[in-house]
């Protein structure tokens, strides 16, 4: 029930942004639009859509401080890449190439940002653990991974949109299998269940190729998954998820994840699931 709750309130929520934006776009139409990879213009406001309904969602139904710092901490620094970021420097290691040179990109900035707020939202749950559940067994190392895990979730869901409804598809399937495994905390399944009740709102217009998430609100998905499986986890866990999250990381940095999904049955068609007849692809 929390989820459903959590899920219901995050629609809502997402559906009210994405109307407030669109009336009132700040800084006009045209800063929140973009070329998509087929060329064709689509809207960043999916993205603050996302991140407004599925925190709002997950706040009211218990997820607590961690998800707020997750889900909104990801989504300001996601936005700062869309919209003030450059296409010069691409990746983990264009950034890095950067900072060699002397330059400070958003991205570099964006992935320092990740790093505090997820190490924030780790902390502040599982602080709150140790109070309410009388757990003494979390140690700072358990908090530094868990921070990492929001933070690389966060990266991975943004690595993922590339292709329209990509990564709202990942964080659907996602949140699914963390509130279907119970055993969880009520502030985990808030959490997920915000993530996926946005994610559903965001997903026709993103299959059709008329908005798509951007860093804003992939980044924010990512987080707020990564929120919801610290919530549940100690030490062995998040050594767990930090695994994958890395290696999809690295990995990105030498394949490309469209070719494998689109190389591999059942990930090919999953990917292309509802998208529209006329794919926009990005």
């Not at 217009?205 to 499986?229: K, Q």
Request: glycine content about 16%; some cysteine; overall charge positive.
């Amino acid at each position: 029930m929390t989820a459903l709750g959590a899920g219901s309130v995050g629609a809502l929520c997402s559906m009210a942004a994405a109307v407030l934006l669109k009336g009132r776009p700040p800084g006009g139409i045209e800063r929140w639009t973009r070329t998509n990879h087929a060329g064709n213009p689509v809207t960043l406001f999916e993205g603050p859509a996302y991140t407004v309904g599925a925190v709002i969602g997950a706040l009211a139904a218990g997820g607590g401080a961690p998800a707020g710092v997750a889900g909104l901490g990801a989504g300001a620094f996601g936005a700062l890449d869309d919209l003030l970021g450059a296409d010069s420097s691409k990746g983990l290691r264009g950034h890095l190439a950067a900072a060699r040179r002397g330059e400070v990109t958003t991205g570099a900035i964006k992935v320092a940002g990740l790093g505090a707020t997820g190490l924030l939202a780790a902390w502040i749950g599982d602080r709150s653990r140790i109070r309410t559940q009388s757990d003494e067994q979390i140690q700072p190392i358990a908090t530094l991974v868990g921070g990492a895990v929001i933070a690389g979730s966060a990266n991975v869901a943004n690595l993922l949109d590339l292709r329209p409804g990509r990564t709202l598809k990942a964080v659907l399937l996602l949140a699914g299998a963390i509130i279907a495994g119970g055993s969880g905390t009520p502030r985990c399944a808030a959490t997920a269940g915000a993530a996926a009740g946005a994610a559903m709102v965001a997903l026709p217009g993103d299959l059709a190729g008329r908005s798509m998430l951007g860093d804003t609100g992939a980044n924010s998905a990512g987080a707020l998954l990564g929120a919801a499986l610290v919530a549940r986890t100690g030490l062995r866990g998040r050594l767990l998820a930090l695994a994958v999250v890395t290696t999809l990381t690295l990995a990105s940095e030498k394949v490309s994840f469209t070719k494998v999904i689109e190389s591999t049955p059942g990930l090919r068609e999953l990917d292309a699931l509802g998208r529209s007849p006329r794919p926009s692809p990005r």
